[in-house]
């Protein structure tokens, strides 16, 4: 009789082994949707002020790039990875008091940073958001324009992401990506990396361009959702 329950019990735990060990194994599949990892930069954490270089404005052509974006008075835009907020200031300025700046960093640290700037500059219209890595954190339909300075390279989720910030965009919305040609782990990325992130994200590719010298900057993208 003893015997009998022994192998009884060996019986059920040889059946249940499999099931345990394949639930164990499947929560540790790669979150990418591609199913691998690409090399990325670590985010930068260090002296913020280095983003407000002078003669940047020119370099960047940054209003040229506003207007491609459809940065206008009353729109509300989107920055992620706004560092020291060096973009969001100007795009503020461009939307006016009707429109609105969201100001998007994971580093905590930035984002207090842009807070007192906006304060101290007299920006009601910007407002910051501490972010997940691959989260913007925005809500629902709230943004018509989207741009990512010299920050999709740092980005370890970059499809989550991008798959994320869609449910953010208004009807027509742009996202615009300003970076260099990279290997991912060298503070740049390959253009057609970028291009073919965002299409398993669900976006097209609108624009290209290539005016975008300063700072070491080799192109800027621009996308809209693919319906």
Same mark, same amino acid.
């Given at each position: 009789?003893?015997? #009998? ?9 040889? /059946? ?8 164990? =194994? =499947?929560? $540790?599949?790669?979150? #990418?949707?591609?199913?691998?990892? #690409?090399?990325? =930069? +670590? ?6 002020? !280095?983003? &407000?270089? +002078?003669?940047?404005? $020119? ?21 992620? %990875? ?23 960093? !994971?580093?905590?640290?930035?984002? #207090? ?7 101290? +500059?007299?920006? =009601? @219209? ?27 390279? &740092?980005?370890? &989720?970059?499809?989550? /992401?991008?798959? @994320? ?19 991912? +782990? ?8 970028? !291009? ?5 994200? %669900?976006?097209?590719?609108?624009? $290209? ?19």
């Amino acid at each position: 009789m003893l015997r #009998r329950y022994v192998f009884a019990v060996a019986l059920v735990v040889s /059946l249940c082994t499999p099931t345990w060990v394949y639930s164990q =194994s =499947s929560t $540790q599949a790669p979150s #990418r949707s591609t199913g691998e990892h #690409r090399k990325t =930069s +670590e985010p930068y954490t260090g002296d913020l002020s !280095i983003f &407000e270089s +002078e003669g940047r404005d $020119q370099r960047l052509q940054i209003n040229r790039v506003m207007d491609i974006l459809g940065i206008t008075l009353g729109k509300n835009v989107a920055d992620i %990875g706004a560092g020291s907020g060096w973009f969001a200031v100007r795009a503020a300025q461009k939307t006016g008091a009707t429109g609105v700046v969201y100001a998007v960093d !994971i580093n905590p640290e930035a984002i #207090r940073y842009i807070a007192n700037r906006a304060r101290k +500059e007299h920006l =009601s @219209n910007v407002k910051t958001i501490l972010s997940k890595a691959d989260d913007p954190m925005l809500l629902a339909a709230s943004v018509d324009s989207v741009l990512l300075l010299k920050t999709y390279h &740092e980005v370890a &989720e970059p499809i989550i /992401l991008l798959r @994320n910030l869609r449910a953010s965009l208004r009807p027509g919305a742009k996202v615009g990506i300003i970076d260099r040609n990279g290997n991912g +782990e060298n503070h740049g990325v390959g253009k057609d990396v970028v !291009i073919r992130e965002a299409k398993q994200a %669900g976006y097209k590719l609108a624009e $290209q361009y290539d005016f975008v010298k300063g700072d070491n900057m080799d192109y800027f993208l621009v996308f809209i959702a693919d319906k």
